[in-house]
């Protein structure tokens, strides 16, 4: 009997693998232990849950080194139930098992089940070490813990501390990344600076925690002094810069540096450096990017059509945008949403709005917050106080999407652009949250277009009631409406006012090519 199961355990998967066939002519802990590793190795795992009821009708105990095994196949294979079944018939719960145990939870998700398991274990004779520790931090970063965490970096840091744990790279480089995503930075680094091998993955969660922060010079110095460099280092490094205009074009810098030392660019890469040029309007550097992408399997990524439509949209070229949305195999909202906002923030509302009713009708694709401001916003260029009406009220009715303060503020500029001041103001006065500045702001710039300097003081002084000095613009907007109505001297009073406050409006400037590449000139500045 047992060697007639023997012979089904070793030639479960003969034929697609190369193990080696156990030599031995009877059922053995060995052999089934062997078996098990040999699947556990592999790149399919799951084939060796066969060998589980194999075991059991071969009236084989399984010992704790066999339980083990099955504990980690299980877990390889995504199969939490039947592991942690497994792991509650151990008669010795040893502290490995607790650890591949919590790791399969954590990895997976179930990071309250996780927690629970340390805390049984710390209960139990068995006492955490260092994988046991860098779980925990990853449970707790990884944004399915709750609003509550039950355990923070410093605790458990200063857990590490008092169990006198041997630290590793593994255990490291969890605490810095803790630190780094409870946006301890400080913290972090000390951690960073005491190890004695500075690995590329703690690089990379250190320079990222820096770009959050704004903190460029102690990214570069990171990045620097980093040694051995891949390419998501690179990659954190490109990201960071390409979130502001001020940096976008090192950004680029960086992208092509990294080529140079034959780095092959990702889907995040290439994402990132597209953001960057649509930051800085830079189309044609946009342009060579497409052309470096369509040699590449990674053209044809959702990710990147859209961000290449976003990128075009903001750089005029809606003609362009069309071509890579119409060309994509697959889209999904956020695709859609590019090319609706960017025909309407480039004077196509038509277009826009004749794009958003498809995506509508087919049904195929659910829009988001932001594709219906940017339905709202076609609706408002384009005077359409009735459609823009209905797709305002759809948001709630039909898709159970309670509009937020911006879409409120959409309606206002929309009324108010097509003179609707009164019914604007009432719009404002019936909302059920409190205005914002944004919502204010867009009555006060339709008061100045079609002149109404008294709504204009209203509007204004609620303006400054919410918004305090932080929207200079509020100021200036209300002054040029006083301006066109001829009303110096109210003009004059309310410069003064700004003078006393410290209130000035910053100079504008945009990105130019030059022979020396891509340079801001501020107004006023000669060429």
């Known amino acids: 009997m047992r060697h007639g199961i023997l012979s089904k355990i070793r030639v479960l998967d003969q034929p697609n693998t190369n193990f080696p066939l156990t030599e031995v002519s009877s059922v053995t802990e060995f052999s089934v232990a062997s078996a098990l590793q040999n699947y556990i190795n592999s790149d399919h795992p799951s084939h060796g849950r066969k060998i589980h009821p ?7 105990k399984p010992n704790v080194n066999i339980s083990i095994k099955l504990l980690i196949m299980y877990v390889k294979s995504s199969c939490l139930s039947d592991a942690r079944q497994v792991f509650d018939e151990l008669p010795l719960r040893t502290l490995s098992a607790y650890n ?30 260092g994988y046991t520790f860098s779980m925990i931090l990853k449970g707790s970063t990884s944004g399915n813990a709750g609003s509550r965490l039950p355990f923070t970096g410093r605790e458990v840091h200063a857990q590490i501390l008092k169990s006198n744990v041997e630290g590793d790279d593994v255990l490291y480089t969890a605490l810095v990344d803790s630190y780094v995503k409870s946006g301890r930075v400080e913290y972090a680094r000390r951690v960073f600076d005491l190890m004695l091998d500075q690995n590329v993955i703690c690089s990379t969660s250190m320079i990222t925690g820096y770009m959050n922060q704004g903190r460029l010079e102690d990214a570069e110095d990171v990045f620097h002094k980093t040694v051995e460099k891949d390419v998501v280092v690179y990659n954190a490094m490109i990201e960071g810069y390409s979130k502001s205009v001020e940096t976008a074009k090192k950004a680029i810098h960086i992208f092509i540096d990294m080529q140079s030392l034959n780095f092959r660019p990702t889907i995040s890469t290439f994402a990132s450096i ?26 044809t990524d959702i990710k990147i ?51 958003f009713d498809r995506m509508i009708s087919e049904r195929h694709t659910k829009p988001n917050y932001v ?16 459609k823009g009406r209905k797709i305002f009220e759809c948001m709630d009715r039909v898709y159970s999407m309670k509009p937020r303060m911006e879409h409120y503020a959409c309606m206002v500029d929309l009324l108010g652009r097509a003179g609707s001041l009164n019914q604007a103001l009432q719009f404002v006065m019936q909302m059920s949250e409190r205005p914002n500045s944004d919502v204010w702001a867009a009555l006060l710039s339709s008061c100045r277009l079609h002149g109404d300097v008294e709504l204009a003081k209203i509007a204004a002084n609620e303006l400054f009631k919410v918004s305090g000095e932080s929207r200079p613009g509020a100021y200036v ?11 110096w001297d109210s003009v004059s ?15 504008g400037f945009t990105w130019i090519g030059t022979d020396a590449g891509l340079e801001a000139f501020h107004a006023g500045q000669s060429l």
């Open 493 to 507: 009073q309310l410069r003064e006012l700004m003078k006393a406050r410290g209130i000035s409006k910053g100079t």
């Open 371 to 386: 594709t219906f401001l940017g339905a709202l916003s076609a609706c408002a260029h384009a005077g359409l106080v009735a």
């Open 274 to 299: 597209i953001g960057a040029c649509s930051l800085l309007s830079a189309f044609e550097i946009g342009q060579q990017i497409q052309g470096q992408l369509m040699k590449t399997e990674l053209f």
């Open 477 to 487: 907007a209300l002054s040029n409406a006083l301006a066109d109505a001829g009303k």
């Open 54 to 60: 194999l075991i059991l009708k071969a009236g084989i």
């Open 305 to 355: 059509g859209s961000a290449l439509i976003d990128m075009y949209s903001k750089c005029g070229r809606t003609d362009d945008a069309r071509s890579i949305f119409d060309s994509m195999p697959r889209k999904n909202v956020y695709s859609w949403t590019s090319m609706i906002d960017g025909y309407g923030k480039n004077g196509c509302p038509n277009e826009s709005l004749e794009l």
């Open 100 to 129: 591949y145990m919590i790791s399969g939870y954590t990895k997976h998700g179930f990071v309250d089940k996780s927690f629970d398991l340390v805390r049984e274990l710390c209960l139990s004779n068995e006492k955490p070490d």
